[in-house]
Structures are given as C-alpha cells and as structure tokens.
C-alpha cells in the first residue's frame, strides 16, 4: 500500500497521562484538590470512583511502560505530583518514597527507549495551599510552586530533557474559577482573572529557575502545554467576529502570547480593565514574563469553540464572567462526540499549525493531547475479545491528515502525542470515556492492547500511514 502521510524524521509519536490520573494515591504525603474533592464528596465523580486507584501506576509501572514499548510509543508524557514529591512545600523538602518513585518511572522509561515528557502541574494543587492561601490566587503558591520545579529539575534534570511546566492552565481558570468542574466550584470572575495572570507567572518563574539548571546548559529544553480551542464566529456580521476576538483572547491567547511572545494581548488588557476585573500585577513581573519563554509548545486539541455575540443583556447576578463578551454558538450540524459532547473538527489542527507558523514566530511545538473518550467500549470486544476501536482509528487518521497538511506548509511541528497510553481516570468522569491504546479492567485492572494500540504502532514503524 502506497503512504499518503510521512512525517518529518525524528517525530515524537507518543501519548501523554498525569500522575493525579494514573498513579493511585498510594504512598502520597499529601492530597491534591481532587483528593480532597472525592473524600468530601464522592457523589460527585461518575460511578463514585475516585483517584485512589486511579489505573494503578504505582505499583504496575514497569508492566505499564513494557506495553506502552509494546506498541512502539517514543515518547511519553506524564507529571510529577506536587503532593507525592514534595513533604514540606514551605521548605522543599522532598518525600523520600516520591523521589524513589519518579527515579524509578524515568529510569523504566528511558531502559524502555522512551523519552520521558515530565511536566510539573496537571491541575492536582495541594488541598493545604488552597486552604491556607487560597491556592493560585495567591503569590506566595506561585513561589512554592516555583520551589517545587527547582527541586524537579535538581533531582531528575540529569535524564528528563523535556519539561513542561503547566498543562491547560486555562482549565484551571474555567473549572476552578468559573464553570464549577474543579474543586473549591466557585463563581468569580475576578479571581479567575487574577488567578490567570498568576499561573502566567508561574510558568515563566519555573522557566527562569530551569534556564539556571546544567539541565538547560546540556540542551534540556522546557514549555508549556496549552489546550487550544481556536475561536470561530458564527457569522461575518460584525458582533459575531468581535465575540469570537474576544473568546480567542480570554481563552488561547491569554496563555499562549505570554509563553511564546512574553506579553499579554493589550485588546485582553484593555477590556478587563474597563470592566474592572483586570489583574493586580508587580511592577517586575512583566520583565520576568518577558524574558523568559517557553523553548517548545504542547498544544492539546480536543474541539473548536464557537463564538456569537451575546444575546440580551449581560446577567450580572454572578458578578463579572468572560460570558459578558460572546456566547457558545451552536452550530447546526456539528458532529459531535455525544460521549464527550465535544465537536469533532479535525480541520482545527491545521488552523493551529498556520496560526503558530504565522503570528507565533514558527516556535517548534507538537500536539501534546487528541483523542476520543467513548463510553461502553466494551461493547467493541469481538469473539476473541479483542477491543476494536476502529472510530478511535479513524479519529487519528483525519486528524493527522490535517496535521501533515499544516506541517507540508511550513509550520514547526515536531510530535503526535494522543490522550491516552492506557485508560486513566478523567476527573468528575472518573471511567466512563476511555481513551487508550490500551484498555484496563478496572475490576481487575488487567491492561490489554486495543486494535488502535496496534495501529499506531505500525505509524510510528513507518513514521505515517
Ligand atoms: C484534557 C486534560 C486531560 C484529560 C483529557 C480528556 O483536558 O489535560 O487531563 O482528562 O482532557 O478529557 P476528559 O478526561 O475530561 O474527558
């Protein structure tokens, strides 16, 4: 058969995971917010499963990263948690167990011949920081935090060449601050600006404290993975493009100007500082954004946002909302993950690929999350038991489709990474979409390779399909 799609040479084929989602809780000094959420409130999570098992991570690893080889995987990103590496976050003292455990996943990895992706933040605060400090509204989190990634890149800067440090900040804003999906579920949109502006800082803080490191002197580089949702306008009436300027601000370029450019966009500035909510910032902070930028961009495409002007006048009841500039279009005939309830728009990818090429100076950068969460996989197994994926296939195909498009023109693109290497857990959702390569039984938590497992694999032998 004739290869329609090549990639360039040297592509990261991978999938990515995080530790909150794949560990269990086993051993951890501490709890995270989500943690904290599922003692308080298990009702609150799909089927009451909470991270406590998570897809046993901690104890299956060297099983779970043989099959992750299995399937030809050269990359694999995961997170370091706060809560289990860390014992004292005032001072930085680590976890003697969290430090055993991550040498041995790095060291498992790299024996493997899979490059370890490490990222430092994957929406698990610790509980303590939200309630003694009110978490990443506070500064003082961010210095902590900044701790925390200095004492990552001492003790494993020697084998991780690829940082990250946030994953999807701008889901901490939504599901923290806005949209009540993240613990502490409050509605306040001034302290979801502030808390914007202080993960920006974050970021580019643990990026100063990395260029210091023989990590960043021996070529380790370190970014930041973003969750894009490219904003398109209902229509060309003019309400419709202003709404979807704005969504394009609040929601991609919030994150992405400040880590490639170092500035914040001045159209975000202007209107959250005539409706008042504008964040409270140091005078030297803007040089700390400035000068110090991501090396590489993740980007996590999962679905497009359709904008429209707002209609009627704006609910003030919650006090200020992002909502006050656009609305969620519903576009007739979207298809849809009705799983999910997520559009499916493979072209997405290629808009992000010539946006990046052409307004973000052609930073390199690799998709760091795609996928598709379907309920009741099981269903799929055929007489042998064999999980036959094959919407999860075709998922991936269109989408590198457009990816190889975007890349056959110019932009910088150097990886593939797909949510997820084995089924983990997804937060409030806890089990009910799967989206591995690789299938668990949560009952037994036997892992088996899918048909989308082998499948990649043969991409990654041919470096396209
Ligand atoms: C991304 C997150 C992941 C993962 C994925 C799938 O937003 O980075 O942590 O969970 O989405 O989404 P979900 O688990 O909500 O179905």
């Given amino acids: 058969m004739v290869q329609k799609y090549s990639f360039p040479d040297g592509f990261w084929w991978g999938a990515a995971t995080s530790g909150p989602q794949s560990e269990g809780r086993f051993h951890k000094a501490h709890r995270n917010v989500f943690d904290y959420w599922y003692d308080k409130d298990p009702q609150a999570f799909f089927n009451q499963v909470g991270p406590n098992t998570a897809s046993n991570f901690y104890n299956d690893y060297p099983q779970d990263i043989a099959l992750m080889k299995e399937i030809g995987l050269n990359t694999v990103r995961t997170s370091i948690q706060w809560t289990r590496l860390i014992r004292d976050f005032e001072t930085g003292e680590t976890d003697p167990d969290g430090v055993r455990f991550y040498n041995d996943v ?36 961010v210095d902590l935090f900044i701790l925390f990634a200095r004492k990552c890149f001492e003790l494993f800067g020697d084998r991780v060449k690829n940082w990250v440090t946030f994953n999807e900040p701008m889901v901490i804003v939504e599901g923290e601050y806005l949209y009540q999906f993240h613990y502490p579920n409050l509605v306040d949109g ?50 419709d493009v202003q709404a979807a300027a704005f969504a394009e601000d609040f929601k991609n370029k919030s994150f992405l100007d400040p880590a490639v450019l170092g500035r914040f966009p001045a159209s975000l500035e202007k209107i959250l500082r005539e409706d008042g909510v504008l964040w409270q910032a140091e005078p030297e902070d803007l040089a700390i954004i400035q000068n110090n930028r991501v090396d590489f961009l993740g980007v996590n495409y999962y679905q497009p946002f359709r904008a429209k002007a707002p209609e009627g006048m704006f609910d003030e009841s919650h006090g200020w909302l992002p909502e006050k500039h656009f609305a969620a279009y519903e576009m007739p005939g979207r298809r849809m993950n009705p799983y999910r309830g997520w559009e499916i728009y493979p072209r997405s990818i290629y808009d992000v690929a010539i946006n ?36 999860r296939i075709d998922f991936f195909k269109e989408h590198l489709g457009w990816l190889h498009k975007g890349i056959a023109e110019g932009s910088n693109c150097f ?44 991409v990654i032998k041919h470096n396209g399909f």
């Fill in 106 to 141: 790095i060291d498992t990895f790299c024996r493997n011949g899979i490059r370890p992706i490490m990222n430092l933040h994957h929406f698990d605060l610790p509980i303590d920081l939200y309630k003694k400090y009110g978490g990443w509204e506070s500064r003082h989190v």
């Fill in 190 to 239: 001034k302290k979801a600006c502030q808390v914007l502006y202080n993960l920006n800082l974050a970021s580019a803080g643990a990026i100063e404290a990395f260029r210091k490191t023989e990590c960043a002197a021996h070529g380790g580089r370190i970014g930041i993975v973003l969750n894009l949702t490219p904003a398109y306008p209902r229509s060309d009436a003019p309400e």
């Fill in 356 to 391: 990046i090429r052409d307004n973000y100076g052609n930073i390199p950068w690799y998709i760091s999350e795609n996928g598709m969460g379907v309920e009741g996989e099981e269903k799929y197994r055929n007489a042998e038991g064999f999980l036959e994926d094959d919407y």
């Fill in 415 to 458: 990886g593939f990474h797909a949510w997820t290497p084995i089924d983990c857990w997804s937060w409030s959702n806890a089990y009910k979409n799967r989206y591995g390569f690789i299938a668990l039984d949560l009952a037994t938590q036997k892992k088996t390779i899918k048909k989308s497992g082998y499948w990649i694999r043969d």
